[in-house]
């Protein structure tokens, strides 16, 4: 697809919904320009096939943000949620080979923390079908969305909870409900003679990983581990996150997820408002959780909700987001 790599190259693009414009943000656009993910090339060729030139931009560029007010497709890679008549949002879920096209945005921007989940009319037969090949694999290979160590051949020690920390400025909680301090003080007061497991965020800032050890050294029964996060989901009692990729990931192991701030998967999860909620989800989670359809979950999120590249009808159901997106024939 053709580079818009400034204003006036832009110039000349065609009106309206004839032209398609993939905002690509940070890595994505170097990625992207390189024909990187069958998403994007198989998208181009499917606009193509339907009269609408694709072009790429990068997100932020003035260049993107002139044509983000002008009466096109946009596709928003990566970037900040956002709504418009003519907006898409296109990123990889939690789950390696599944990606979102969703009109808001992703992960906890995305519209799915919107809708109901109800297995009313799922196929069950072909949700554990699906459930059994995506979790097989996935813990077999032990892949997730950030490299992992590798598994251990004998499980951990048991613990009463795992908690996931994810990237977060420590001085704005906001949009979650409980901080990553309250998750790691409350899960360790819990039971003080059960293990607490806490795995810091690969990425966290220099300052942000001290702050959380010094919090775990307060209490002889948290551990900081970089165990695979399979490894830790599978020894522990409850999941604790804020709205982690690997909270969605514990749903392939059955176990109880608490979020402790908004997310898209919060239909499958336990989600406390204050410390004392907290409390009663650890007290409580394993029972309430019980019986769950996670096998009619993940078919849902995954399959129904979320689109797979690597599947052949993939560009007809990207079309048919694009078509019911600007109400086109």
Same mark, same amino acid.
């Given at each position: ?11 000349? *693009? ?15 656009? #170097? ?39 002008? &009466?096109? +497709?946009?596709? *928003? ?22 990606? $979102?096209?969703? !009109? %808001? ?22 949700? #554990? ?7 097989? $694999?996935? %813990?077999? #290979?032990?892949?997730?969305? +950030? ?31 409980? &901080? ?6 409350? =899960? =360790? ?7 607490? $497991? ?42 604790? &996150?804020?709205?982690?990729? =690997?909270?969605? #990931? ?7 997820? *608490? ?11 336990? &989600? ?14 394993? !029972? ?8 009619? $979950? ?8 979320? +689109? ?22």
């Amino acid at each position: 697809m053709d580079h818009l790599k400034s204003p006036l190259s832009a110039r000349n *693009i065609r009106a309206g919904y004839k032209s398609a414009i993939i905002h690509a943000y940070g890595s994505w656009y #170097e990625a992207l320009g390189q024909n990187k993910h069958d998403f994007f090339t198989k998208l181009a060729q499917k606009f193509k096939q339907h009269d609408i030139s694709p072009y790429l931009v990068d997100g932020n560029s003035r260049t993107s943000r002139g044509l983000l007010t002008q &009466t096109h +497709l946009h596709i *928003i890679v990566g970037g900040p949620a956002m709504y418009g008549p003519g907006i898409l949002h296109a990123f990889p879920s939690y789950i390696w080979g599944f990606w $979102y096209f969703d !009109e %808001l945005g992703f992960d906890s921007n995305s519209s799915l923390r919107l809708t109901s989940y109800t297995s009313d009319n799922t196929d069950q037969a072909e949700a #554990e079908f699906f459930f059994n090949g995506v979790t097989g $694999y996935m %813990l077999r #290979e032990n892949v997730s969305t +950030l490299r992992q160590e590798q598994r251990f051949n004998t499980p951990l020690s048991p613990a009463t909870a795992v908690i996931f920390c994810q990237r977060n400025n420590l001085a704005l909680p906001r949009p979650n409900h409980l &901080t990553t301090d309250q998750m790691i003080e409350t =899960a =360790a007061r819990f039971d003080p003679n059960a293990i607490v $497991y806490v795995k810091l965020h690969p990425h966290q800032s220099k300052v942000g990983r001290q702050h959380i050890l010094e919090t775990c050294a307060a209490f002889p029964n948290v551990q900081t581990t970089e165990a695979s996060v399979h490894d830790l989901i599978q020894s522990a009692r409850v999941v604790i &996150t804020q709205n982690s990729a =690997a909270g969605f #990931e514990a749903l392939m192991q059955k176990k109880p997820v *608490i979020t402790c701030a908004k997310s898209d998967y919060w239909h499958a999860t336990l &989600t406390p408002h204050t410390i004392e909620d907290l409390h009663a989800a650890l007290e409580n989670g394993p !029972e309430i959780m019980r019986g769950f359809d996670y096998e009619g $979950y993940f078919y849902w999120f995954l399959a129904k909700r979320c +689109l797979e590249p690597s599947k052949d009808n993939f560009a007809d159901r990207a079309w048919d987001r694009v078509r019911d997106k600007l109400m086109i024939a």
